[in-house]
């Protein structure tokens, strides 16, 4: 009989447990926003650009402040130009693979090249180029 009760009370400890934790604010917002990947947008380009390679660094940043303004106001989400033509960017073009002119998503270990994307669409279709970055960066945001 003693075993009937122990085993009792243990359970009803266990639900009291559980049902007090549930009256509780859940801390997973902070921590989901704490944890959110962090989304790098890198164009990288020479020092001498044409009409084409600036348009693609133009449109990609209005398009990354137009769709992530909460985002890039807190560092989830960043637009960098990389000149490859100073000695300052060699370190961040290896370790980003970049070996030309690129425009590259990056999040963790995950990397898109939207290089064709970006020279196809920056000029003659600046909102193709747009879709085609929230494409590709919504899912790496979570």
Request: charged share 25%; proline share 3%; with cysteine.
């Amino acid at each position: 009989m003693k075993k009937v009760v122990l085993s009792f009370l243990v359970v009803l400890s266990i639900l009291a447990l559980f049902t007090a934790n549930a009256g509780t604010p859940s801390k997973s917002k902070t921590t989901a926003v704490a944890n959110a990947a962090k989304v790098e947008v890198y164009y990288f380009h020479f020092t001498r650009r044409c009409v084409t390679c600036q348009a693609v660094e133009t449109e990609t940043k209005a398009a990354i402040n137009a769709l992530y303004p909460v985002q890039a106001k807190k560092g989830l989400v960043t637009f960098k130009t990389v000149n490859l033509e100073e000695k300052s960017s060699l370190a961040l073009a290896k370790k980003c693979k970049a070996e030309g002119q690129s425009l590259l998503v990056i999040s963790g270990n995950e990397r898109y090249d939207l290089t064709d994307q970006g020279f196809m669409y920056a000029k003659s279709n600046p909102e193709k180029l747009k879709a085609e970055l929230k494409k590709t960066i919504d899912p790496l945001i979570k």
